[in-house]
C-alpha cells in the first residue's frame, strides 16, 4: 500500500495543533480524541488524511510506503496513551512529557516532512534481520 507524503504531513500539522492545545489547556478529552486518531490511522482510516483527500483531488508526484507511517501512528497513539496514563493517575509531569515528545514528533513531521516515527520502523527493520541471523548461528 502507498500512502501521499502531502496527506501525512497536513495530518502531522494538525497533530500538531491538537497537540499543542493539549498542553496548553491541559485537557484530557482533547488528547484522548488524537489517541483515538492515532489508531483509526495505525487502522489505515486516519481522519486527516480523510479530510486532507476529501479537499485535495490532484494526484501525488510521488508516493511512499504507508507501513513506516502507520508505524508511527502506533508511536504516537503509545505516548499518548502515557500522556493520558499520566492524567488519569494524577502524574501531571508524565503527561505533559508524553505529549510533548508527540508534539515533537508530529512538528518534525510537519515542518521538515521528517518522520521520526518512519526512521525508526526503518532503523528496526535494518536491525531485525541482523538480530535473527545472530540467533540462529
Known amino acids: 500500500m502507498r500512502a501521499d507524503p502531502r496527506a501525512l504531513r497536513f495530518g502531522a500539522a494538525i497533530t500538531t495543533l491538537v497537540l ?78 508524553a505529549t510533548a515528545a508527540a508534539l515533537l514528533a508530529a512538528f518534525l513531521n510537519a515542518a521538515f516532512g521528517f518522520c521520526l516515527g518512519c526512521e525508526m520502523y526503518l532503523l528496526i527493520r535494518r536491525l531485525l534481520p541482523a538480530a535473527n541471523m545472530e540467533v540462529s548461528q
Not at 488524511?49 to 511512499?64: D, G, I, Q, R, W
Open 20 to 97: 499543542i492545545s493539549v498542553l496548553v489547556t491541559e485537557s484530557v478529552w482533547l488528547l484522548a480524541a488524537q489517541a483515538a486518531v492515532f489508531a483509526l490511522g495505525v487502522a489505515r482510516r486516519s481522519p486527516y488524511v480523510m479530510l486532507f483527500k476529501a479537499f485535495v483531488k490532484s494526484a501525488p508526484n510521488e508516493t511512499e510506503d504507508a507501513r513506516p507511517p502507520r508505524f508511527a501512528q502506533l508511536v504516537g497513539l503509545v505516548f499518548a496513551l502515557a500522556g493520558l496514563a499520566g492524567y488519569f493517575t494524577g502524574i501531571v509531569p508524565l503527561a505533559l512529557a
